[in-house]
């Protein structure tokens, strides 16, 4: 293709050439499916693109955040109770969901694509979450392209297929004896890496697995929040298994200020710990937080706190309010035994903790944004992942980008203490560290350089764009 954005532009508005000029974007209503198309929608808009965001009311975007967009509300005829019944169970609410969209969507999509034909602007393509497989029969019913919008790994869409040919395969459930051990398949994963998420019905988790893979393969191309050179090796293979074009152009979140980084609910960024990390020696401190959705119990807080305490490394930690079960916020600690260590916070500017000169290291579930954020400032991980991709995440962190300790197993005090001295280089393991920083830099570097005119992420976005004027003809690749 070889072409800049501005000489795709230089066509617009010449008489008898069709421009399409907007674009459909339907999210997942869960925080990081959201904020990820909703960063998506900014770089189209970005590109010279209108953007229409059609949604549910369930967990909806707030179009004052975004007024260069226009929203439209999908009326689900479901009650908010019966979704409400199913939250928490994220997989179970993801398969009601794509029953009961599809009525009111067909109209919604059908009225825009009308709005379209009247005169305003030729509609692009419509961009959904890859979640919403009902979405393709839809888009070929009414006559547009569908791409979709996969907001982690490539490594986790390679994992995903790999548990639905398991599971066809009959291996499905695994002996826990057998969980330890590599999958040949698709290693270095192990059976526990597996992102398999917990839900009341199996069976439909299966199902929605291969719902999502069936419609993958039948749209007009993959959009992804990663970058080429982060996951060469699994975009060869999932461009194999699934013959579409893929565009990386991520990190997101690389293109925009890290004030714009979104907040969880309403749950405010607490700038008192950029004060403390303020006060910290250089390199000194563990950042911990397992991200906007994770939970733990009452025995998993106590061994954190023991480990930390343990430790004697300062740690600035997360504990979002709720997240301990069972508690409000925190769970009442012996006097004397966090205090003066560190600092506990409700929600934390993460991007701004990650970059400050006092983070030495972060302990982390591995969620995609979190990962790729500690890439791009340089921060290795110890990795704790609860569910889902975090699993695969936090499996490549250790073994395939080597940089960072996986913590295996249950959380325990010593094996926690014994992780964060490893990772900060204690004195057995200044030369581990060191590794470590220096494939962690590198990567880092990476980043940099993929966004950068002539970069792979930034050539991905050309490639897009002119994909998208031309509402997805092959021959614009
Ligand atoms: C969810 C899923 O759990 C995960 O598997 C998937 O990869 C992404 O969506 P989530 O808990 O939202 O994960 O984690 P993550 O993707 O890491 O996103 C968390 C975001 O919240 C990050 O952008 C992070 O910067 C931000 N954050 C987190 C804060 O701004 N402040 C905090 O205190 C904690």
New binding site residues.
């Given amino acids: 293709m070889g072409t800049t954005s501005s000489q795709d532009f230089s066509t617009l508005n010449q008489p008898n050439i069709i421009n399409y000029h907007k674009v459909i974007l339907f999210p997942l209503p869960?925080?990081?499916?959201m904020?990820?198309m909703l960063q998506l929608a900014q770089i189209l808009h970005s590109q010279g693109f209108s953007v229409t965001v059609l949604h549910i009311r369930y967990n909806p975007p707030r179009p004052s955040d975004h007024p260069g967009f226009d929203f439209h509300p999908v009326d689900v005829p479901s009650p908010v109770a019966e979704l409400e019944a199913v939250e928490g169970d994220t997989m179970a609410l993801i398969s009601l969901l794509n029953v009961t969209c599809v009525v009111p969507f067909r109209e919604s999509l059908e009225n825009l694509m009308g709005e379209s034909s009247d005169g305003g602007d030729h509609v692009a393509c419509l961009i959904t979450d890859i979640c919403w497989h009902f979405t393709q029969a839809i888009a070929d019913e009414v006559g547009i392209p569908r791409m979709v919008l996969r907001?982690?790994?490539i490594g986790?869409i390679s994992a995903f297929s790999a548990v639905s040919r398991l599971q066809k395969n009959g291996l499905l459930p695994l002996p826990e004896s057998q969980i330890e051990e590599v999958i040949p398949e698709v290693a270095p994963l192990r059976w526990k890496d597996l992102p398999i998420v917990p839900t009341r019905n199996p069976k439909d988790f299966f199902r929605l697995l291969a719902d999502i893979d069936r419609a993958t393969k039948a749209c007009a191309g993959l959009i992804s929040n990663s970058f080429e050179e982060l996951e060469e090796v699994k975009l060869a293979e999932s461009r194999r298994s699934i013959p579409i074009p893929f565009f990386l152009i991520g990190p997101f979140?690389k293109r925009f200020p890290s004030s714009s980084?979104?907040?969880?609910g309403k749950?405010l960024?607490?700038q008192s710990c950029i004060a403390w990390l303020d006060k910290q020696s250089p390199k000194s401190t563990i950042y911990v937080?397992?991200?906007?959705?994770?939970s733990i119990d009452e025995r998993d807080f106590l061994e954190i706190v023991r480990g930390l305490a343990n430790s004697g490394v300062p740690f600035l930690w997360?504990v979002?309010p709720g997240s301990v079960r069972g508690h409000e916020w925190l769970v009442t600690l012996p006097p004397g035994l966090l205090e003066g260590k560190g600092h506990i916070?409700?929600?934390?500017?993460?991007?701004e903790?990650?970059a400050h000169p006092s983070v030495g290291a972060f302990w982390?579930?591995?969620?995609?944004?979190?990962?790729t954020?500690a890439i791009c400032e340089g921060v290795p991980m110890l990795s704790s992942?609860?569910?889902?991709?975090?699993r695969v995440?936090a499996r490549h962190v250790s073994d395939v980008w080597r940089v960072g300790i996986h913590l295996e197993g249950l959380l325990g005090r010593d094996e926690i203490a014994n992780g964060i001295g490893r990772l900060m280089g204690d004195s057995s393991s200044s030369k581990e560290r060191e590794e470590m920083m220096k494939r962690v830099m590198d990567l880092k570097m990476k980043v940099d350089g993929c966004l950068k005119p002539g970069g792979s992420s930034y050539k991905s976005l050309q490639k897009l764009t002119c994909y998208l004027f031309s509402s997805c003809q092959p021959e614009k690749l």
């Fill in positions: 869960f925080q990081g499916h904020n990820s907001t982690t790994s986790s979140h980084t979104p907040v969880a749950l960024q607490d937080s397992f991200g906007s959705i994770a997360v979002r916070v409700k929600w934390a500017p993460q991007r903790v990650l982390t579930h591995n969620g995609w944004n979190s990962t954020e992942p609860m569910f889902g991709d975090q995440n």
